[in-house]
């Protein structure tokens, strides 16, 4: 049992109920559920669940180049994302080199 079960159970049954109705009316095909849960879990960075979604991405007939894919595209977006994000913070201390557009958000 874990900390949140031993000290909040009703909080972690309320999340149970929440997936059950995920389970139950989401519209999303389960690889495509998989792979967008591998690429939340490679932001997230957690381990266990870019393992599970990973194996759950392959059981639900992803092909290797379609993981990949999500992979990338994650990773390409994080990228961007920091770069426009850091840009934004900074810009007003590096001046007008920087630019009001960032580049990468492509």
């Known amino acids: ?21 995920l389970a139950e009316q989401c519209p999303i095909d389960k690889k495509t559920d998989e792979l967008l ?12 669940c870019v393992r599970k979604h990973y194996r ?3 059981n639900a007939g992803a ?11 994650t990773m390409r977006e994080a990228a961007g994302a920091d770069d426009c994000w850091t840009h934004s913070v900074i810009g007003d201390l590096v001046g007008a080199e920087t630019g009001g557009d960032c580049g990468s958000c492509s």
């Open 37 to 48: 849960r591998f690429a939340l879990s490679i932001k997230a960075r957690s381990k266990p």
């Open 56 to 58: 759950g991405s392959v």
């Open 1 to 21: 049992m874990g900390f949140l079960s031993e000290n909040l159970e009703a909080f972690t049954r309320s999340l149970g109920q929440v997936d059950a109705t």
């Open 63 to 73: 092909s290797p180049r379609e993981i990949a894919c999500v992979f990338a595209l």
